[in-house]
C-alpha cells in the first residue's frame, strides 16, 4: 500500500511539474498579446489628428484662403494629422496630401476618435483622397437624386447665375440650397417651382436665367449640378443666402443661413 502510494504521489509530481512548464510559455505569450494590443493602441496618438465633420468632404487647399487651389478632400469622418494653424485654417497632412482645411470643418482630438469610429468603425485609418475620387465614394452623403437633363441644365444655369465665379464650394451651397428647399415644407416641392418662385431667385426675375439657359451653363457649374444631384452639400441643411459676410457660413463672397 505504501509502495503504492509513493508511486501514484510520484506521479502526482511528475505531472504537476509538466503542467507548470506547459502553463509558463501560455501565460507568457498571453502577456505578450496583451502588451501588443496595448501598444498598438497606444501607437495611434489622437492629440494631433482631426477628423472631417461634415456631411460630404472637406476641401484641402494648398494655402489658408478659399480662393487658392484644391489639391485633395477629407471625406466625413477621415482623418488628417495637424501640422499647425494660420488664420482659421488647420494646416493639415495625410499620405501624400499636404495643405489647409478649415477649422470650422473640423474637429480634434478624442472627438476625432469619436466621429471616425461612429463613420468608419474600429477599422483602419481612413484619411484624404485626391481630387478625382468620385463625390459618390464619399462617405456621409445626402440622398442622391436622379435629375432629367433638363433639372441638370436649370440646375446649372441657376448655379452659374448665383454662383458663377464663385470657387467650388460656394457652387455647391447654391445648388443645397435649392434641393433643401425641394425637400422642405417651407417651399414649393419641384426644382422648377422652387426655382421660379415668386421673390425668391432674382436671376429667374430679370431674365438672367432664361439667358444662361438659351446659351448653356459652364462646363464648372454642370459638374457642381451633378455633385449636387449626387448628394454633394456644403452647407448643411441652410435654407437662404446672401452676397457678402453676416451671421450664418460664409463661403467665398456670400453667406449661408
Known amino acids: 500500500m505504501k509502495e503504492r502510494m509513493k508511486k501514484l504521489l510520484a506521479c502526482a509530481g511528475t505531472v504537476g511539474a509538466l503542467t507548470m512548464m506547459l502553463s509558463v510559455p501560455v501565460m507568457a505569450d498571453t502577456k505578450e498579446d496583451t502588451q501588443n494590443i496595448e501598444t498598438q493602441e497606444e501607437a495611434y496618438d489622437w492629440s494631433d489628428k482631426a477628423a ?24 466625413a469622418g477621415a482623418v488628417v494629422t495637424v501640422e499647425g494653424e494660420e488664420n482659421g485654417w488647420m494646416q493639415v497632412s495625410s499620405g501624400d496630401i499636404e495643405g489647409y482645411i478649415r ?28 481630387l478625382e475620387a468620385p463625390v459618390q465614394a464619399v462617405v456621409q452623403q445626402n440622398a442622391s437624386v436622379s435629375a432629367s437633363d433638363a433639372d441638370l441644365a436649370l440646375m446649372a444655369a441657376i448655379i452659374e447665375c448665383e454662383a458663377g465665379g464663385e470657387c467650388y464650394e460656394g457652387k455647391i451651397g447654391v445648388g443645397a440650397v435649392v434641393m433643401n428647399r425641394v425637400r422642405s415644407s417651407r417651399f414649393p416641392n419641384t ?33 457642381a449640378a451633378r455633385d449636387v444631384f449626387a448628394g454633394a452639400n456644403t452647407i448643411g441643411d441652410r435654407l437662404f443666402f446672401h452676397a457678402g459676410g453676416g451671421n450664418g457660413l460664409t463661403i467665398g463672397n456670400q453667406t449661408f443661413y
Request: hydrophobic fraction near 40%; charged fraction near 20%; include cysteine.
Open 191 to 223: 426644382l422648377s417651382e422652387v426655382i421660379y418662385q415668386s421673390g425668391q431667385f432674382t436671376p429667374a426675375a430679370t431674365g438672367k436665367l432664361a439667358s444662361v439657359l438659351s446659351r448653356g451653363a459652364s462646363q464648372a457649374c454642370y459638374d
Open 103 to 130: 477649422g470650422d470643418l473640423l474637429v480634434q482630438g478624442e472627438e476625432a476618435k469619436a466621429l471616425f469610429e461612429s463613420v468608419h468603425g474600429e477599422g483602419e485609418i481612413v484619411g484624404a483622397q485626391p
Open 52 to 75: 472631417a465633420a461634415v456631411n460630404t468632404y472637406a476641401n484641402i487647399r494648398s494655402g489658408s484662403d478659399i480662393n487658392t487651389e484644391r489639391v485633395g478632400m477629407l471625406p
